[in-house]
């Protein structure tokens, strides 16, 4: 057994560990439904719920992904401006820290001013949450472009947009493949948080109306959900990275395996 595929085991049953511990617990404690449902009850939750659920989890996935779609487009977009420009840096960037600091869910009611309560506030809120951290990461990848580089390939007569081309953005490929990891997570994070404050559908409104008619383990079911579809997006840009950028992760095994 190579050990990329020991660690893949050990993590497995970290995993089956912690959902048993939690069952365990459950039972031993006497702990009630109301204040900690067992994994056992809340996975015949999402089973029998499901045909009920799944609309919500369309809803919810749909949101997400547009409003990651956007703010990739964004963040691309302003990262390789500021990247590649001292002024724009210099310019835009106080501006893009002060932006995300600001708390998001400050925001939601002002789109839901703009635009009605609905998918609208959920896609945007997705979309800004998740820009900066693109946007340092393609500015970065950018920035660590060897000058004695670009020197040289200025004097083979190279353009600024042909050294950007060639040599800036495949180098920021690493950049970039982390950042995405990073801003799908939260542009779930987004997604749900409008729904719960502006949405009649999405998981997130589900989970916000089994809270107030105390259907925990409905609540759990959700948390679950919201885990599951986080994992299954963060491995599938983690496998797009390892095959665009496998040769900047070629001495790690983990990385590569």
């Not at 015949?44 to 919500?56: A, E, G, I, S, Y």
């Not at 997006?233 to 900047?248: I, M």
Request: aromatic share 10%.
């Amino acid at each position: 057994m190579t050990e990329s595929h020991k660690i893949k085991l050990m993590s497995y049953s970290l995993i089956a560990g912690f959902f048993l511990t939690w069952e365990v617990l459950c039972v031993l404690l006497g702990v009630s439904d109301l204040i900690l449902p067992r994994p056992s009850e809340i996975l015949v939750t999402m089973w029998t719920r499901f045909p009920v659920l799944w609309p919500h989890i369309v809803q919810t996935l749909y949101a997400t992904l547009t409003g990651f779609a956007l703010g990739v487009l964004i963040g691309v977009s302003i990262g390789v401006l500021i990247g590649t420009s001292r002024i724009a840096y210099g310019v835009a960037y106080p501006l893009l820290v002060g932006f995300s600091s600001i708390p998001k869910v400050a925001v939601v009611p002002i789109f839901v001013l703009w635009f009605g309560s609905g998918t609208t506030p959920a896609i945007l809120t997705a979309m800004v949450i998740c820009v900066f951290p693109i946007v340092v990461n393609i500015a970065t990848g950018l920035a660590t472009t060897e000058p004695d580089l670009e020197d040289v390939l200025k004097t083979l007569g190279a353009s600024k947009r042909e050294i950007l081309w060639n040599v800036g953005l495949p180098r920021t490929m690493p950049y970039f493949f982390a950042s995405l990891k990073v801003a799908i997570t939260l542009s779930f994070v987004g997604a749900v948080l409008s729904e719960t404050v502006a949405s009649n559908r999405g998981i997130g409104n589900v989970m916000m109306t089994a809270s107030s008619n105390f259907q925990v383990s409905l609540v759990f079911a959700g948390l679950i959900i919201l885990a599951l579809m986080g994992v299954a997006l963060y491995a599938a840009f983690s496998f797009l990275e390892r095959r665009v950028t496998g040769w900047a992760t070629r001495g790690n095994d983990i990385a590569v395996s």
